[in-house]
């Protein structure tokens, strides 16, 4: 079975700084997709950025990039130019290339909370 | 706004009480899902329906009853719940299988649910 692991529950960033968030994850799968989420206080998780394993170019939304290491299985997540709007849960997602009865099963990590000093 | 929203935001109820989250989602997709957030923990997994047949039950107490009269809209029926059960109940839907590879789940706002 898949795993996800976010190892560090907490991380505190200075504004305008750069953060890097950490996920590893287990799989025997040679492709699949992970994904980033981010949960904001009391809002709704949205999707942040999206990497698909087959692709070895590393995705990348505005101040938004992830390092995927397919062999580590490491899937970090870097925040450039941090903003005070960027404090929030993030949460890592793993999902399997195949589906079943039509449907994907998602595996997601328990979350790093980010908070932006100003 | 996401295209998902959930009702109500916020729940308070006794255990003996009966109650039901309501989700609906405006993006066209098939596949619906119910999670339950906990603090420090990941994301539960408890029903997945694709085109109103549940495709997944993640081995949920009986007392939350899921249902799913089409596409758009997803219920979770609660019923002598236990204060354990306090949690964020998330629903989220997606695409499907038929949209391959491009699958991703969008999430409502969750609610809130207090058992006292």
């Known amino acids: 079975a898949q795993t996800v692991t976010q190892s560090q529950p907490e991380m505190s960033v200075q504004e305008a700084e750069t953060v890097t968030l950490s996920c590893t994850y287990d799989t025997s799968e040679s492709d699949y997709y992970l994904f980033w989420y981010k949960q904001p206080p009391s809002r709704q998780m949205i999707l942040v950025i999206r990497?698909?394993?087959?692709?070895?170019q590393n995705a990348t939304e505005n101040r938004f990039s992830v390092n995927f290491q397919k062999a580590a299985k490491s899937f970090s997540l870097k925040i450039s130019d941090s903003q005070l709007g960027d404090a929030a849960m993030y949460f890592c997602a793993y999902r399997s290339e195949y589906s079943t009865s039509g449907t994907y099963k998602y595996i997601f990590g328990t979350g790093t909370r980010l908070k932006v000093l100003a | 706004e996401t295209g998902v929203t959930q009702t109500p935001r916020h729940l308070v109820m006794g255990m003996t009480n009966k109650k039901s989250l309501k989700c609906e989602q405006h993006?066209?997709?098939?596949?619906m899902y119910w999670y339950k957030q906990s603090a420090k923990k990941p994301l539960e997994l408890m029903f997945v329906?694709?085109?109103?047949?549940?495709?997944e039950n993640n081995s949920v107490p009986s007392r939350f009853s899921p249902e799913c009269p089409n596409s758009s809209h997803l219920f979770l029926h609660l019923h002598t719940l236990q204060p354990e059960d306090s949690a964020l109940y998330l629903c989220?839907?997606?695409?499907?299988?038929?949209?391959?590879?491009?699958?991703?789940?969008?999430f409502g706002p969750g609610t809130r649910l207090t058992v006292l």
């Open positions: 329906y694709n085109f109103k047949e549940q495709t």
């Open positions: 989220a839907s997606s695409p499907g299988e038929t949209s391959g590879p491009t699958d991703t789940q969008y």
């Open positions: 993006l066209g997709h098939n596949a």
């Open positions: 990497q698909e394993a087959y692709k070895q």
